[in-house]
């Protein structure tokens, strides 16, 4: 059957206000901001809020938050790059048996609570207590389980169970929640009604600092009050790279994003196939640009304030031009990652657009699932486990140190035509974001697909050496003839979550309405009106 038999969803229109995100209950919440009369930046931090009571496993008040938004007041992009530095006292030496997973040891300083109210203060219309209202009730009131989370529930079990703190929170019927079963966090209400009554300084210099703060001390953990009390909302202005007539904006490192920019460079002198979006010799060239890309990952991405190689170096043309020659168009390479795995990834995104022309595209992470799976007594939220992406090997280029930051999968970009937005997408996904999001980049400029078949198409997912997860649904002809190329395929189940969770606005100007499309391999849904 062909691809067109297997579209999973129609399209979302609307004339006035867009909401994709990973839950629907998120989507609702933004569309309520919305209609309103709140912005873009309102609705998605309200958004926010509720993914972080929702999909606990994915994200949460202890996670990180990035975003790329468009002012439609000034034309601008702009950047938040909310991922949390080490503790002062993270020095490599103190990991020498390897940085842990879970635990107290693993968490960085979290970046989400001070991004809402720093986003807010630079592009909001309404206040942070009033945007987290809908994400207190259903905290208060409980919310339905979805089946990825309950299974997330199992299969962090083991480490789970190491914090009494997350037992008690998480596990209130004796068993860990079920698909469907509702889930009361009341702690975590009363967390985000402290954060709505005192401000984000109640989680990084107050009450709330104090209790995680005294908590990681008795377990042995490294942050303390002058990290938490020193953090800050880094933004930035966004990287952006031409694509054949469009401009493709992504936040800068310690982010990914600079990984897409060069694999949309690399293809950028490559014409595609007319009508060939399955054809062998496309997707094969999709796979090779992903491994040339992926070789700089490695070798340059960490915190730009310890990097010896700026993005620039990169992005620039001679370096672009000297990768793709490297390129074969009849044999597939092999690809040794320093630190890149097969996991689904445990990262939630959404995108919003006002009527005013304001769009937003975000994504916010605990990192794998459950993060740390630590938690403060009484806080209601895990802590994300951000030091293991740090190496802890002296002199790699992200080894860990004081006040670093680690190389981040996460980013969310945007796509302008002329200067002014035509796409929001964003994609969980782990290593796989950059993989997907190309993918998808491409599939709409330069196969024209709209944003729900841009989503719904088939994707694959290059692991390492030759190894490529691909989706079933791919034609069986194609599949043949990658495999003749070289390239070792792993063919997996037709909507599998590997291949990330996106969510996606499309912003029709010539007829003045928007697009919406989300994501069935996992929760993902578009409301409009």
């Not at 997350?166 to 009604?193: F, S």
Request: net charge negative; aromatic share 8%; glycine share 10%.
């Amino acid at each position: 059957m062909t691809f067109d038999a297997h579209l999973s969803r129609p399209v979302v229109y609307a004339a006035n206000g867009m909401a994709s995100t990973g839950h629907p209950l998120a989507s609702l919440a933004a569309i309520r901001v919305l209609e309103e009369g709140g912005n873009a930046m309102d609705a998605a931090v309200a958004a926010s809020a509720v993914l972080s009571v929702v999909d606990p496993a994915a994200s949460g008040v202890g996670g990180d938050v990035f975003y790329t938004y468009y002012d439609a007041g000034t034309g601008q992009l702009d950047s938040l790059v909310g991922s949390g530095r080490a503790g002062r006292a993270a020095h490599a030496e103190r990991f020498r048996d390897g940085i842990p997973a879970t635990g107290p040891l693993a968490p960085t300083i979290p970046g989400i609570v001070r991004g809402w109210e720093d986003a807010l203060k630079r592009h909001g219309s309404r206040s942070l207590a009033r945007l987290l209202e809908p994400a207190i009730r259903h905290a208060h009131e409980g919310f339905p389980v979805s089946a990825r989370v309950a299974g997330a529930f199992r299969r962090r079990e083991s480490a789970l169970l190491q914090c009494k703190a997350a037992v008690e929170c998480y596990r209130r019927g004796g068993d860990w929640p079920v698909a469907g079963q509702r889930l009361r966090l009341p702690d975590l209400a009363a967390t985000l009604e402290t954060i709505a009554r005192e401000g984000a300084d109640s989680f990084y210099r107050g009450s709330l600092a104090d209790r995680i703060v005294a908590a990681l001390k008795a377990d042995g953990g490294l942050l303390d009050h002058e990290d938490f009390g020193a953090y800050e909302s880094p933004f930035e202005a966004p990287l952006t790279v031409d694509y054949r007539g469009y401009r493709v904006a992504v936040p800068p490192p310690p982010t990914m994003g600079a990984i897409l920019l060069a694999e949309l460079a690399l293809l950028e002198e490559v014409a595609p196939e007319s009508g060939a979006w399955d054809s062998a010799r496309w997707q094969h060239l999709l796979i090779e640009v992903k491994k040339a890309s992926f070789a700089d990952l490695d070798a340059f991405l960490t915190d730009p304030k310890f990097a010896a190689v700026p993005p620039a170096i990169y992005l620039a043309p001679d370096y672009i031009r000297a990768r793709r020659a490297a390129i074969s168009t009849t044999k597939a390479a092999l690809y040794r990652p320093g630190s890149v795995g097969p996991g689904p990834g445990h990262t939630i995104s959404l995108a919003v657009a006002d009527k005013a022309g304001n769009v937003v595209s975000w994504i916010q992470s605990v990192f794998t699932e459950f993060g740390s799976c630590w938690m403060a007594p009484g806080t209601g939220f895990v802590l994300n486990n951000r030091m293991y992406g740090f190496s802890a090997v002296p002199g790699h280029v992200n080894v860990v140190a004081p006040g670093k930051r680690t190389a981040h999968t996460l980013h969310c970009p945007m796509v302008l035509k002329d200067g002014r937005p035509v796409l929001a997408l964003s994609t969980p996904g782990d290593y796989g974001q950059t993989q997907s999001n190309l993918q998808m980049i491409t599939n709409f400029i330069d196969h024209g697909f709209d944003v729900q078949r841009m989503i719904d198409a088939p994707r694959w997912r290059s692991i390492e050496g030759l190894e490529v997860a691909i989706e079933s649904r791919f034609p069986e002809t194609m599949i043949e003839e990658l495999r003749a190329l070289g390239h070792d395929l792993r063919v997996v189940e037709p909507w599998t979550d590997l291949m990330g969770g996106a969510v996606a606005i499309h912003i029709d100007r010539e007829n003045g309405t928007l697009a919406g499309a989300g994501d069935p391999r996992r929760e993902c849904y578009a409301i409009g009106y």
